[in-house]
């Protein structure tokens, strides 16, 4: 049985064709794989995971979800583009752009409605992503009035609701405090051993190994720098200077001010 989910050849893009944005990724995703993509700001990692949702396409190259083309005039077809959209939820940097509804409850319903879930099944999934994610007090909210942490989990819970086979989130933990942060880590690993296939961009690399058993590092070029278990990437400190993923730490000591590299994922005391 095949199991492959998403295959990029050759893929490229740029911005009004004149930007580059990606230049030539070639990357296999097989199902319950748990993956990081990480690289410095401005390597592409956002415009490949819009790719992956079906929200921008290939100027170049081919692209493949479940074995199918994935283009726009693939999805153009209505029975094609619901079934990607049920298999594949995405989980926006910004939670602003995804919340839009006059209400938290109107918000999580609305994607299981939209492909057609029946009403009982819709208020069974609104009930039990409510408790996973603590948004029950919410439900009657206005999105907009929330709070960063409050909007990302209303987000996540959206996506949760719809039950995709692929979950996609485009740095899930930026600007959160550290107990949302453990509660979304915590959520996707238990989404990952329900068979769930895990792709994530993300900056904190201290908890890339929480968040993924393998990692792809875009580098400044637009292109697929290196890819490999997340230790053997990670532990290559020159590699990663290289890639712009470490940065100059300064502290006072004995009155006088030092300055050193420090690793990304490092934590210092």
């Not at 209400?103 to 999934?125: C, K, T, W, Y």
Request: aromatic content about 6%; overall charge negative; glycine content about 8%.
């Amino acid at each position: 049985m095949n199991d492959i989910v998403f295959e990029l050849q050759d893929v490229k893009y740029s911005y009004q064709k004149k930007y580059p944005a990606l230049c030539g990724i070639d990357m296999t995703i097989r199902q319950g794989e748990k993956i990081a993509i990480i690289g410095a700001n401005g390597t592409g990692k956002s415009t490949l995971l819009h790719m992956l949702d079906g929200l921008v396409f290939p100027d170049q190259g081919r692209i493949t979800a479940f074995g199918q083309e994935l283009s726009e005039a693939a999805l153009a077809d209505e029975a094609a583009a619901w079934k990607f959209r049920s298999r594949v939820g995405f989980v926006f940097q910004s939670a602003d752009i995804q919340l839009f509804c006059p209400s938290v409850r109107e918000d999580i319903v609305f994607g299981p409605l939209q492909l057609g879930v029946a009403a009982n099944e819709v208020a069974r999934r609104l009930a039990e992503v409510a408790r996973v994610l603590d948004v029950g007090h919410l439900l009657d909210r206005v999105p907009q009035q929330l709070s960063i942490g409050e909007k990302r989990r209303v987000a996540i819970a959206s996506v949760l609701a719809i039950d995709p086979e692929v979950y996609i989130f485009d740095e899930p933990t930026a600007g959160l405090d550290p107990l949302t942060v453990r509660h979304i880590i915590d959520l996707v690993v238990q989404a990952n051993r329900r068979g769930k296939t895990i792709i994530t961009a993300i900056h904190d690399l201290h908890i890339v190994g929480e968040l993924a058993d393998t990692v792809y590092v875009f580098g400044k070029d637009k292109k697929l720098a290196r890819s490999g278990p997340v230790e053997q990437v990670l532990s290559d400190r020159a590699f990663l200077e290289a890639q712009n993923l470490v940065h100059i730490h300064g502290h006072i000591h004995e009155g006088r001010e030092h300055v050193h590299p420090h690793l990304a994922f490092e934590r210092h005391a």
